[in-house]
């Protein structure tokens, strides 16, 4: 319960904030609306923890290598990031670049007249949808090729896939050949310029694997001097490795959050216009995600449910599919994304669990 204490003091400031809202904000302000509000609030906070679970598995999955100092910043200076950054700033940043307008215009724009805001922000979805699928595809896909992976789930498949993983650039080709069949399904007028979003997805995915790896070092003979030169004050090795492979790691979850939040904000324009609702209830996900997250790490659940890690990379991988889809103009219910990670997941608990009783009966016998 002490891992989710902060979430659940955020989320009771969030819905008293909510209720405030709705009850002194709008041409129907009062009772009704304040409940309404509350319950929107709720119901888009609920929408993008199903959406992003397998997120928090996929964080844990990077987070569990790091030390204390780079999980803290990940849970204060992320979450901000996260919050703010991502489910406030990005969507106003979009709308303000698209529509040649001020970030203040936009603002205003977005509190007086969410409407209009929430048009002109659909109205650049495929652009999104481009980006932040590539992004998430490129994930599935290197995870997926993986062929150090120490298990695999669906062995016939993921075995000879990994085969594949030989091939450089395999992940990037099929990436590129899913952005031009999505680019041949959209408008002309703007096939373009949705190519040139699903190209930046892929440029950002790999400068960010660029970055890890300058920062990390290029060697493990430069790891070793590393950890041989630089040593903390009471005499224990600090490798510089695991600082600068922080910052990497950093950076690519942060853009993972990223991609995510697009699917979670497009979403909740469906349910309500209201930028601040909206804020409100995608905050209290993120924050349970973070929360989750480290959870997950302390916990040592991906050590004890082999194959949870793939199953979240799986519900990415539909949720990469989702997104290319919807940028042709397809139309895929939230609830239908949401349930299709939960699906993966709940489905990769039960096939972990029934793998370590497995392992358990062969140890028994063994032993006899």
């Known amino acids: ?154 062995h016939w498949l993921e075995s000879k896939l990994a085969d594949l993983g030989n091939i450089q650039a395999i992940s990037v080709f099929i990436s590129l050949c899913a952005l031009l069949v999505m680019a041949n399904f959209v408008p002309e007028t703007s096939r373009l310029v949705v190519t040139m979003a699903g190209i930046w997805g892929i440029v950002v995915y790999v400068g960010v694997q660029v970055i890890g790896h300058l920062l990390e070092g290029g060697s493990h003979d430069d790891e070793q001097e590393a950890t041989e030169q630089t040593t903390s004050n009471n005499g224990t090795p600090v490798t510089g490795t695991i600082i600068k492979g922080g910052i990497g790691g950093f950076l690519y979850l942060e853009v993972l959050d990223a991609s995510f939040s697009f699917d979670g904000v497009i979403g909740a324009f469906a349910i309500t216009s209201d930028v601040v609702i909206i804020m409100l209830g995608l905050a209290i996900g993120a924050i349970f995600v973070r929360s989750m997250t480290v959870y997950l790490v302390e916990k040592g659940t991906l050590d004890a449910y082999v194959y949870l890690e793939h199953g979240a990379h799986y519900a990415i991988g539909a949720l990469a599919f989702i997104m290319l889809a919807s940028g042709t103009g397809l139309h895929i219910p939230e609830v239908v994304t949401g349930l299709i990670g939960v699906a993966f997941i709940v489905w990769a608990v039960i096939s972990s669990i029934s793998y370590s009783k497995k392992q358990s009966l062969e140890t028994t016998e063994k032993g006899n």
């Open 1 to 154: 319960m002490k891992h989710f204490r902060f979430s659940i003091l955020f989320t009771i400031i969030c819905l008293a904030i909510s209720a405030y809202w709705g009850f002194t904000h709008g041409p129907q302000a009062g009772l009704m609306t304040m409940f309404k509000a509350l319950a929107i609030t709720a119901i888009l906070a609920v929408m993008e923890v199903s959406l992003s679970f397998d997120n928090a598995v996929v964080n844990a999955s990077v987070l569990k290598h790091w030390n204390h100092f780079w999980r803290t910043l990940f849970l204060t200076v992320g979450i901000v990031i996260a919050v703010f950054g991502m489910r406030l700033i990005f969507p106003l940043l979009i709308v303000g670049v698209t529509a040649d307008m001020g970030m203040i215009e936009v603002a205003k724009l977005a509190l007086n007249d969410p409407k209009t805001y929430s048009e002109k922000l659909m109205a650049h979805h495929a652009e999104i949808a481009a980006f932040g699928g590539m992004f998430l595809l490129l994930v599935f896909l290197n995870f997926l090729f993986d062929d150090e992976k120490d298990e695999h789930w669906f």
